[in-house]
């Protein structure tokens, strides 16, 4: 296995850890920690279509997360890639504050820096993906 | 539900069938069905990372699919979004020239113009993510 070779396999490593993180931090409710795995120059899209959140709004947004009770389970194996972007497939469940709890089938797709940070996260879910949890 | 929201509801079934006829083409070995879904400007990128694929190199793509008996097997719902993008979760088995025959976990997101053509699809599949089938 050549030097790229190596690098890109401990990139593959690195992305699915930071994924793995993602559920894990978000099922213990840790918002900081949940910050912690982006980029300070981070963009979330989610869901791609409605305004990217960016700043001071993604701690507001791991906070709102935390306080809805979401609950991530990932329902396939995570997918790498050749470059530096990997995707989680899961559903996900939460109670919004108008209530009832809510289920999605979601898909967040995620670019990484070197550091392993993320930098930009967009997921897929649309109106016939959510229904009563 | 106003006309904006038909028309997202709508842009899901849209794109949510051509994802479907993606597979099923891929299936059923109609290389030529595979090119009619995608726009004449359309970018591969197949795995994220790799040279991407536009004009008559697309044509030459899918026949290679035929020809490597590739058969696609969703493994959750496909996801839309709240704008022109959906993803597909799937398995992947072909055998290539060199053999034997290899099973990849992959996933495709494509972008869709008006028409319900896919203007662009990447896929995300790493060196963690291929085994022999």
């Keep these: 296995m050549d030097h790229a070779d ?3 396999k401990r990139r593959q ?6 994924l793995q993180a993602y559920v894990d931090r978000t099922n213990a409710g840790d918002a900081e920690g ?3 795995l982006f980029a300070p120059d981070a963009v ?4 791609i279509g409605t305004p990217a959140k960016t700043g001071k709004e993604i701690p507001v947004w791991f906070a709102d997360s935390v306080a809805f009770d979401t609950w991530i389970t990932p329902v396939v194996p995570a997918r790498g890639s050749h470059a530096h972007e990997a995707a989680l497939v899961f559903d996900v469940e939460f109670t919004p ?4 709890r809510l289920r999605i089938r979601s ?7 070197d550091a392993g ?4 996260l967009k997921a897929y879910w649309g109106p016939d993906d959510i229904e009563p949890a």
């Design 6 to 8: 190596q690098a890109l």
């Design 13 to 18: 490593t690195m992305m699915k850890a930071a």
């Design 34 to 36: 949940l910050v912690a």
């Design 44 to 47: 979330i899209e989610d869901p």
């Design 97 to 100: 504050p108008e209530g009832p």
């Design 107 to 113: 898909l967040d797709v995620c670019t990484f820096d």
């Design 117 to 120: 940070l993320i930098t930009h």
